[in-house]
């Protein structure tokens, strides 16, 4: 009697104490495992399943757990020269036996199923444990410290920021680097004149770039040198 199994995306024909090698299987030497997709059986008649036969199956004994030879193959990439990558592998195989020949019975026969290497039972996942409710004084506290923080002012200026221009504002444009939309955020923060900008300090120009959200532009184009020559061309 022979029957036709599938395992590992395989078939086999296989009779009783044949020896053969499958892709690697959850089991240890020593351990009898069953192949429950039988797809035929064979002898003095002949079944063929839909696509497999109910109740059949085959028992067969792990002999060995190994890998198979070294395969070598390139990968080469499309219109790309000279590139290519070597890569090595090697099967994870499983040595069985031929116990037994089910045709009926083997949802019955209390033996395991035999499953690919990569079969895992998976473990139910633990509870969660529903997050502790928060207190009304825990909410009130984040909203207290917002409060807080809101109060104290973002960012301070450099001292001599204007409330309004002291006469005519200058053209703050024929500094290098400033244009219309950046001379009006300048006036806004209080900036209206060249001499402003010439008496910056270092820390002035630090508030300033943190105020206008633009890092090392004063320094990088030179502002307060630009700004001393404008204000004394003005006098």
């Known amino acids: 009697m022979f029957a036709v199994l599938k395992t590992g995306g395989k078939q086999y024909k296989v009779a009783k104490d044949d020896i053969f090698t499958v892709e690697k299987l959850a089991a240890e030497p020593g351990q009898t495992v069953q192949f429950n997709d039988v797809l035929m059986l064979g002898g003095d008649t002949v079944t063929v399943g839909a696509p497999f036969i109910t109740g059949a199956a085959v028992q067969a004994e792990v002999l060995d757990q190994f890998k198979g ?3 070598i193959h390139f990968v080469k990439r499309r219109r790309k020269h000279s590139s290519q990558r070597k890569k090595g592998h090697r099967q994870q195989l499983t040595e069985v036996r031929i116990v037994d020949i089910l045709a009926t019975g083997a949802e019955k026969s209390g033996v395991m199923a035999a499953t690919g290497g990569d079969a895992v039972v ?4 633990a509870a ?6 928060k207190t009304a004084e825990k909410k009130a506290e984040p909203k207290a410290a917002a409060k807080v923080e809101a109060a104290a002012p973002a960012t301070s200026g450099p001292a001599n ?10 053209d703050l444009k024929k500094i290098s680097g400033v244009g219309p939309k950046l001379e009006e955020t300048l006036n806004k923060v209080g900036v ?3 001499w402003q900008i010439a008496e910056w300090s270092a820390e002035d120009v630090a508030m300033m770039d943190d105020l206008l959200s633009f890092k090392g ?3 990088r184009d030179d502002w307060i040198k630009q700004a001393a ?3 004394a061309d003005a006098k």
């Open 192 to 194: 209206y004149h060249f």
């Open 69 to 71: 030879p070294k395969t």
């Open 122 to 125: 998976a473990e139910a996942p």
């Open 128 to 133: 969660k444990k529903p997050a502790p409710k």
């Open 161 to 170: 920021l204007l409330t309004e221009a002291k006469g005519t504002a200058d």
């Open 217 to 219: 532009r004063i320094d």
């Open 229 to 231: 020559e404008f204000a």
